[in-house]
């Protein structure tokens, strides 16, 4: 996936991040192509992304730094 088409996909409301929690994030996204930014978006929704994602490490690394991070939370 090319760095604009990740932009396109995964700069949505529900997963606020500053560049270095889009860059843990795409490293998710490459890892995983199944996980597509609209699923990931409805599960946002239904507050159930952990359900499907809590064992995978990179997801983990993008929440741990979402949540310390002053300037994620902030956009
Ligand atoms: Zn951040």
């Given at each position: 996936?090319?760095?604009?088409?990740?932009?396109?996909?995964?700069?949505?409301?529900?997963?606020?991040?500053?560049?270095?929690?889009?860059?843990?994030?795409?490293?998710?996204?490459?890892?995983?192509?199944?996980?597509?930014?609209?699923?990931?978006?409805?599960?946002?929704?239904?507050?159930?992304?952990?359900?499907?994602?809590?064992?995978d490490?990179?997801?983990t690394?993008?929440?741990?730094?979402?949540?310390?991070?002053?300037?994620?939370?902030?956009?």
């Amino acid at each position: 996936m090319t760095q604009v088409e990740f932009n396109e996909q995964w700069s949505v409301d529900e997963l606020p991040a500053c560049d270095t929690g889009m860059e843990l994030l795409k490293h998710f996204a490459d890892m995983h192509p199944e996980f597509t930014a609209s699923y990931i978006r409805r599960l946002a929704w239904a507050d159930e992304v952990d359900t499907f994602t809590a064992a995978d490490p990179l997801w983990t690394a993008y929440v741990r730094h979402v949540s310390d991070c002053p300037h994620c939370n902030d956009l």
